[in-house]
C-alpha cells in the first residue's frame, strides 16, 4: 500500500474513535452545511455550537433567510462578529432563491460563484452535503497537508500545490470522501494544532515529514 493510501486509512481509523459528535455532522441538507461552514470560519465550534441551532430555528432553510429583513439576520448574529458573513449569506439566499429554485449547486466550480462562498466553503458544500469527491481546504487541512507532504522539500509551498496534494488523497467514493475531509480538519483542529503539533499521538506520524521519529 503508498504512503498515501496509508495516510488515508490511519486518518480513517483515527476519525471512528476520536471524531467529535457535532451536529452538522448529522446532516446533509446543502443549507445546514452551508450555515455551519460560514459561521465556522473565524469562529470557535465551542461558540458556534450555540448560535448554529438558534439561527436554524429561526431560518431553517434559503427561502425563509432570502425573505427575512437585514436586521433580523443582523440580530441572529449578533455576538457570533464578522457581520460580513451573514450579510453574505443573506446575499447568497436572495440570489439563489431568485435563480436556482432555492437549491444550492452540487459542484465546486459553481458554488464558488456565490456570495461570500470561496473554494474552501464551496468544496465542503460539495463534500459534506453532496458528498463530491473533492477536496476542502481549510487552515486546519492545509496545515496538516503541509507538515505532512510538504516539510522537507518545500518549507512555504503554495496554496495551489497544497490543493493539488490534497485532491490526490481524497478518496474517489462519495462517502469516504465525506469522512477524509472531516477527518483531515479534524485532525488539524485536535492533534497537528498551530503552535505545538501533538506528534506523538498523531496517529499519521510514521506518514508525516515532519512527525516522524518524533515520540
Ligand atoms: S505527525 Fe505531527 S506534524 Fe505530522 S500530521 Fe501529525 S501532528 Fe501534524
Partial sequence: ?????TFTRRLLAWWRRAARDLPWRHTR???RVLVSEVML???QVSRVLEYYPRFLERFPNLET??????????EAWDGLGYYARARNLHALAKHV???????LPERP???VRLPGVGPYTAGA????????????????VARVVRRAFFASR????????????TRTLVPKNGKRAWRFNQAIMELGALICVARKPKCPECPVRRNCKTGKGKS
Fill in 97 to 103: 432563491t431568485r435563480r436556482n429554485d432555492a437549491t
Fill in 29 to 31: 441538507d446543502p443549507y
Fill in 109 to 111: 466550480e459553481e458554488l
Fill in 65 to 74: 433567510l432570502a425573505r427575512a429583513r437585514p436586521r433580523a439576520v443582523r
Fill in 154 to 165: 518545500i518549507s512555504h509551498p503554495a496554496s495551489r500545490q497544497v490543493w493539488e496534494l
Fill in 41 to 43: 470560519q473565524q469562529t
Fill in 125 to 140: 458544500v460539495a463534500s459534506f452535503a453532496y458528498e463530491k469527491p473533492v477536496p476542502a481546504v481549510d487552515t486546519n
Fill in 1 to 5: 500500500m503508498g504512503q498515501k493510501a
